[in-house]
């Protein structure tokens, strides 16, 4: 059987680019190792960036049961409570916007708009913590109709929550049921 000269370049090129692609993939996942995730329960606190980080509540609710204005015609509003203390002599600083609420598939970010108004003492999603202080921060997510398959009051407030916090190579996850 003889084998066309052009056809055994192409296979030989083809073998040579797998074995490449391959040892990239093997070099890569050694450099990057899998995230260590660190659940933590509804209530217990946490060390977060040396603050002391703990979920006091979780509510679901369309916009007007928080008095915010919908920002979308269909939405739910989910707030999350924390509570903030720093235990060190100095001040330290804590971005909430590292903060993401998920739900199986569905994630989302903090909504600025409702942060501002929930949190009127507070500028910004960097929060700076005196030494020694406490602070309550609502965190408000949003939940729109378009995001998931089942839009109904039963089956928003029936998903499984969490709040997640991920600096590679560390993944936190807050439960919040």
């Given amino acids: ?12 090129i083809i073998a040579i680019a797998l074995i490449c692609v391959a040892f990239r993939i093997y070099s890569i996942n050694k450099k990057f190792p899998a995230m260590n995730v660190t659940t933590i329960p509804f209530g217990e606190t946490t ?5 002391e980080v703990t979920i006091n509540s979780f509510k679901i609710g369309r916009p007007e049961e928080f008095s915010l204005v919908p920002q979308y015609e269909n939405e739910y509003d989910l707030i999350v409570e924390m509570i903030l203390y720093n235990p060190e002599d100095e001040a ?3 971005p909430l916007s590292d903060f993401y609420l998920e739900s199986g598939a569905w994630s989302n970010g903090l909504v600025m708009d ?26 408000p997510y949003l939940l729109i109709d378009s995001q998931v398959r089942q839009f109904s009051d039963d089956a928003v407030k029936e998903r499984e929550y ?3 916090r991920i600096k590679y190579p560390n993944k936190e996850v807050f439960e919040l049921s």
Avoid: D, W
């Fill in 162 to 164: 969490k709040l997640v």
């Fill in 1 to 12: 059987m003889k084998i066309n000269k052009g056809v055994a370049v192409g296979l030989t």
């Fill in 47 to 51: 060390s977060v960036l040396g603050a």
């Fill in 92 to 94: 330290l600083t804590l």
């Fill in 114 to 139: 409702y942060y501002g108004i929930l949190n009127p003492n507070f500028r910004g999603f960097t929060i700076l913590l005196e030494p020694k202080k406490e602070a309550t921060i609502l965190l």
